[in-house]
């Protein structure tokens, strides 16, 4: 049997998917407590998740693993 090699980007990858649907589960179980002490811990997960995603995101696209498509505004595109 053969395996596959998974490469940094696949494993980047990956771990930002599962990043950002944690991060989605604490939102929601944040928005859902009503007890203070857990709302504070579910929002410290939440920063937490957050904080992570954005370094995850930073090394993927120094990599250049993560293209970020370019938004024109309004000038721009009547000279294209």
Partial sequence: MQYQQLSDKDIAGDILTGVKYMSQGYMHALLESQDQNL??????????????????????????????????????????
């Fill in 39 to 80: 709302r504070q811990t579910f929002k410290d997960y939440h920063d937490q998740c957050l904080n992570d995603q954005y370094r995850l995101f930073q090394l993927m696209q120094q990599n250049g693993w993560y293209k970020v498509p370019m938004i024109l505004d309004e000038s721009m595109q009547q000279n294209i």
